[in-house]
C-alpha cells in the first residue's frame, strides 16, 4: 500500500478537514482530495463520509486510523535508520579509475584510507568507461573529461603531465648517438580498438591511423609494461613515469600534455558520510599528487 496515501488519509482523520490537512502537508486541497480518493479507489470503500457538516470517519475509516499510524511510526524509524547509515563510516564505497591510476596512484591513497577508517570497504572498477557513475557501477569515478550530465557532481583537482616514454635499452638499440626528431622514429605502443590516442594525436596536429603503433593493446598497463619491457615508446603520466629510473622522456616538445583530473559522484551521494568521507579524501590525495610535478613540466 502506497505510504504516502495513506498518510493523506490520516493527516485528513487526524485534522478533522480537507483544509486543515492540506495546510499541515502543504498541499493544494484539490491535490489532497485526489489522493484520499485514490485510496479509496484502491481499497474500494468509502473512507470518509461528506456532508454538510464536514468530513466524518466511515467505518473503514476507523478501523483503518490504528494501522496507518502503525505505518507512520514505521516510516519515521526507517528514516531515522536511513539518516544514522549515512553518517556512519562503514560500508562499501565503489570507486572507477583508469587502469593506469588503479594500478599505479590509487594504491598508496586507499591504503591511507583504510589506516585511517578501517571500517569503509572499496570495491575498485578499472574502466575507462566515463558511462560508470551514470549506470550506478560506481559511487566516485576519476575522469580526465568533465561530466555534462546535472545529476553529477565534479570538482576539478588540477592537471595530470602526460608524455612519451621508452626504455634506455630501446634507445640504445637505436643506436649510441640516435636523437628521433620525428614521431615516425620510434616504435609506438598505443591503444587497438579506442581511438583516444589517435584523438590526442591530432590534438599535436598529426592525423594518423591505428597502423601508426607498431604494438597495440587496449589495456593500459600492458602497454606500460611493453614500454617498460623496451619494446618500444608510450605515452604515460609523468608521476608513473618518473618512478623508473630506466625510462627517458622523449620529444617532449612535441609529445608532452595535461589531462585534466576530475573527481566526480552523483549529487544525492555526498549525503552519505562515508562516501563524502572518501571523496574528500582523493581529492585532498590527489592535489598532493599533482602539486609534485614540476610547474615546467620538467623532469626536475
Same mark, same amino acid.
Given at each position: 500500500?502506497?505510504?504516502?496515501?495513506?498518510?493523506?488519509?490520516?493527516?485528513?482523520?487526524?485534522?478533522?478537514?480537507?483544509?486543515?490537512?492540506?495546510?499541515?502537508?502543504?498541499?493544494?486541497?484539490?491535490?489532497?482530495?485526489?489522493?484520499?480518493?485514490?485510496?479509496?479507489?484502491?481499497?474500494?470503500?468509502?473512507?470518509?463520509?461528506?456532508?454538510?457538516?464536514?468530513?466524518?470517519?466511515?467505518?473503514?475509516?476507523?478501523?483503518?486510523?490504528?494501522?496507518?499510524?502503525?505505518?507512520?511510526?514505521?516510516?519515521?524509524?526507517?528514516?531515522?535508520?536511513?539518516?544514522?547509515?549515512?553518517?556512519?563510516?562503514?560500508?562499501?564505497?565503489?570507486?572507477?579509475?583508469?587502469?593506469?591510476?588503479?594500478?599505479?596512484?590509487?594504491?598508496?591513497?586507499?591504503?591511507?584510507?583504510?589506516?585511517?577508517?578501517?571500517?569503509?570497504?572499496? !570495491?575498485?572498477?578499472?574502466?575507462?568507461?566515463? +558511462?560508470?557513475? &551514470?549506470? =550506478?557501477?560506481? %559511487?566516485?569515478? #576519476?575522469?580526465?573529461? @568533465?561530466?555534462?550530465?546535472?545529476?553529477?557532481?565534479?570538482?576539478?583537482?588540477?592537471?595530470?603531465?602526460?608524455?612519451?616514454?621508452?626504455?634506455?635499452?630501446?634507445?640504445?638499440?637505436?643506436?649510441?648517438?640516435?636523437?628521433?626528431?620525428?614521431?615516425?622514429?620510434? !616504435?609506438?605502443?598505443?591503444?587497438?580498438?579506442? +581511438?583516444?590516442? &589517435?584523438? =590526442?594525436?591530432? %590534438?599535436?596536429? #598529426?592525423?594518423?591511423? @591505428?597502423?601508426?603503433?607498431?604494438?597495440?593493446?587496449?589495456?593500459?598497463?600492458?602497454?606500460?609494461?611493453?614500454?617498460?619491457?623496451?619494446?618500444?615508446?608510450?605515452?604515460?603520466?609523468?608521476?608513473?613515469?618518473?618512478?623508473?629510473?630506466?625510462?627517458?622522456?622523449?620529444?617532449?616538445?612535441?609529445?608532452?600534455?595535461?589531462?585534466?583530473?576530475?573527481?566526480?559522484?552523483?549529487?544525492?551521494?555526498?549525503?552519505?558520510? @562515508?562516501?563524502?568521507?572518501?571523496?574528500?579524501?582523493?581529492?585532498?590525495?590527489?592535489?598532493?599528487?599533482?602539486?609534485?610535478?614540476?610547474?615546467?613540466?620538467?623532469?626536475?
Amino acid at each position: 500500500m502506497d505510504w504516502n496515501l495513506v498518510q493523506s488519509f490520516l493527516t485528513v482523520a487526524e485534522a478533522g478537514s480537507m483544509s486543515a490537512a492540506a495546510a499541515t502537508m502543504q498541499l493544494s486541497q484539490p491535490t489532497l482530495s485526489r489522493q484520499v480518493a485514490a485510496l479509496e479507489a484502491a481499497m474500494g470503500v468509502s473512507l470518509f463520509e461528506r456532508g454538510s457538516r464536514g468530513l466524518r470517519l466511515t467505518q473503514a475509516g476507523e478501523a483503518l486510523v490504528a494501522p496507518a499510524r502503525a505505518m507512520r511510526t514505521a516510516a519515521s524509524e526507517v528514516a531515522i535508520a536511513a539518516d544514522q547509515e549515512q553518517q556512519l563510516l562503514q560500508g562499501s564505497v565503489r570507486i572507477t579509475a583508469s587502469e593506469m591510476a588503479t594500478a599505479f596512484l590509487l594504491p598508496e591513497m586507499l591504503r591511507d584510507l583504510r589506516i585511517e577508517h578501517p571500517q569503509i570497504e572499496i !570495491d575498485i572498477v578499472a574502466s575507462n568507461d566515463v +558511462d560508470n557513475l &551514470l549506470e =550506478r557501477e560506481a %559511487d566516485i569515478a #576519476i575522469r580526465h573529461t @568533465r561530466p555534462a550530465q546535472g545529476a553529477l557532481f565534479a570538482r576539478e583537482l588540477g592537471e595530470l603531465q602526460v608524455q612519451a616514454w621508452a626504455h634506455q635499452d630501446y634507445l640504445a638499440r637505436q643506436g649510441t648517438d640516435f636523437q628521433g626528431e620525428q614521431l615516425e622514429d620510434y !616504435d609506438w605502443i598505443g591503444l587497438d580498438r579506442s +581511438d583516444f590516442m &589517435l584523438r =590526442r594525436l591530432r %590534438d599535436f596536429g #598529426i592525423t594518423t591511423g @591505428r597502423d601508426f603503433f607498431s604494438l597495440r593493446c587496449d589495456n593500459q598497463i600492458v602497454g606500460w609494461q611493453l614500454a617498460l619491457g623496451a619494446a618500444g615508446v608510450a605515452f604515460a603520466p609523468d608521476v608513473v613515469a618518473r618512478r623508473y629510473p630506466s625510462m627517458r622522456s622523449i620529444l617532449p616538445l612535441l609529445t608532452r600534455t595535461v589531462l585534466p583530473v576530475w573527481l566526480v559522484c552523483h549529487r544525492e551521494l555526498k549525503q552519505s558520510a @562515508r562516501i563524502r568521507c572518501v571523496f574528500n579524501h582523493l581529492a585532498e590525495r590527489w592535489q598532493d599528487l599533482l602539486a609534485t610535478q614540476p610547474a615546467d613540466g620538467s623532469l626536475a
